[in-house]
């Protein structure tokens, strides 16, 4: 199974950008959908940026499309996440997700791999 660490979170104005990471270990990286979700307190995870198993698709939520990115090293086995022109509303825990069956689901219970999840916030 595969064990997935994000790292690259902090603190940044509005307006500014950062690019998460998620490292992948004791799998076999290409056999898994990975996507990256985000959580506020009290609320439940919510769907960011998915990257396709198999070619270069990549799927976005309405409210980052044209601002995040979602990008995979296979050499490194790691999965990023670009993320520019940050505002408020973006400030939430954020998470690596994998599963090997899933096919462009944007539910959070369809993956049954998760990191440990990363601290984002906005604020000037």
């Known amino acids: 199974q595969v064990q997935l660490v994000e790292s690259g979170g902090g603190t940044v104005q509005p307006g500014g950008s950062l690019r998460l990471s998620c490292a992948a270990s004791?799998?076999?990286?290409?056999?898994?959908?990975y996507s990256w979700f985000r959580q506020a307190p009290g609320t439940g995870r919510e769907f960011v940026a998915a990257r396709s198993r198999i070619g270069a698709a990549t799927y976005y939520a309405d409210s980052v499309k044209g601002r995040f990115s979602i990008s995979r090293d296979d050499t490194k086995s790691t999965v990023a996440l670009q993320m520019n022109s940050l505002n408020a509303k973006d400030t939430d825990f954020y998470y690596c997700?994998?599963?090997?069956?899933?096919?462009?689901?944007?539910?959070?219970?369809?993956?049954?791999?998760w990191g440990q999840g990363i601290q984002v916030t906005v604020s000037s």
């Open positions: 997700a994998a599963d090997p069956s899933v096919n462009r689901s944007y539910s959070p219970s369809a993956y049954e791999y």
């Open positions: 004791g799998g076999t990286f290409t056999a898994y959908y």
